[in-house]
């Protein structure tokens, strides 16, 4: 493991972060969450029936003792967690309604991180990133000021790491969108100790090119500097002028970033995607994520196609989120 988690683990130990696995019963989540169990780093709630639980357990050879293992229709506080839901939905749902949806694993586990008997919660290795994000939209909401989630990988090779943004989530977002995803990943960035230098990506530097999308960039900047002084950002800039500096050096001499961000925002979902699996793939960078962004409490999608090492790290980062 990379001494990014490595560090997380430190700082986590001790801490007791309990973070919901809605996927009780998946070989990945199962092997996990009992390696996290074990090591006392973060105390997994696995959701589903226990005997079933158990049993899956038992069937791979994993321990989950160190688990706490929930099923909803035994939930002792289930009648005031519908309330609860009925009060948060705002009359978009009855009591019977409530009853129905909070059976769902995904509702239920979201349900105890607003509630505050979880602070976090993993899930999609069998679910859909739909499945995954609407309860948390619905129910924790993002925070205040924020408009929407947005979804950032983590880019680790060695003691390289970088911030790519927005990879799962917005697929046009406006220049005011792109200001928002900007400032909530500078704030993820730093949960790496990364220090946060911040390109906005297109196919210009510095109006060597004009179009809409191009404006659609350079507009976001500036929304991005007035709304947060701080930040060190510039664009619009090709990659390279973000990130080699010699060309940085030709392309773009007067900007305060030299050819340095470690933070990059892409124009759109498209252009994230394929980003981030061009440095996964060919670059031989781990994509770590996708972390999911501006939500009041921590809730993270995992890839279907996810390892159990890869719900291990995402369960890290969901209780450093936490932190």
């Known amino acids: 493991m990379s001494n990014l988690f490595n560090d997380i683990q430190d700082k986590l130990k001790g ?184 390109a906005m990506l297109s196919f210009s530097t510095k109006g060597s090119a004009k179009s809409e999308q191009t404006e659609k960039v350079e507009a976001a900047v500036q929304i991005a500097k007035e709304a947060n002084p701080s930040l060190v950002i510039d664009g619009e ?3 390279d002028a973000a990130f080699v500096p010699s060309v940085a050096e030709t392309k773009a001499p007067d900007s305060e970033l030299k050819g340095d961000a470690n933070v990059f925002v892409f124009p759109s979902l498209e252009a994230g995607n394929i980003g981030y699996k061009i440095a996964e793939r060919l670059g031989g960078f781990e994509a770590v994520g996708p972390v999911l962004q501006g939500l009041n409490s921590p809730v993270n999608d995992l890839s279907r196609g996810c390892s159990a090492d890869d719900v291990y790290k995402l369960a890290l980062i969901t209780a450093a989120q936490a932190e």
């Open 15 to 198: 801490k007791h972060k309990s973070i919901v696995f809605p996927e009780g019963l998946d070989e990945r989540v199962l092997t996990a969450a009992s390696q996290l169990g074990a090591a006392d780093i973060i105390t997994p709630i696995l959701i589903g029936e226990k005997a079933k639980i158990k049993q899956q357990a038992e069937a791979i050879g994993v321990d989950v003792s160190s688990c706490k293992l929930m099923d909803p229709r035994e939930f002792e506080e289930f009648d005031l967690m519908v309330e609860t839901f009925v009060e948060r939905r705002k009359g978009r749902a009855t009591k019977e309604d409530a009853q129905k949806i909070l059976l769902n694993e995904n509702y239920f586990g979201t349900m105890l991180v607003y509630m505050n008997q979880a602070d976090g919660l993993v899930s999609g290795a069998v679910h859909s990133t739909a499945d995954t994000v609407r309860p948390a939209l619905q129910i924790i909401k993002t925070k205040e000021g924020i408009q929407k989630t947005s979804g950032v990988f983590v880019m680790v090779r060695n003691e390289e790491k970088y911030v790519f943004a927005d990879c799962a989530i917005n697929i046009d977002p406006s220049s005011e969108d792109l200001a928002e995803i900007a400032a909530a990943s500078s704030e993820t960035a730093k949960l790496f100790d990364v220090d946060p230098r911040i």
């Open 237 to 239: 800039f090709q990659f």
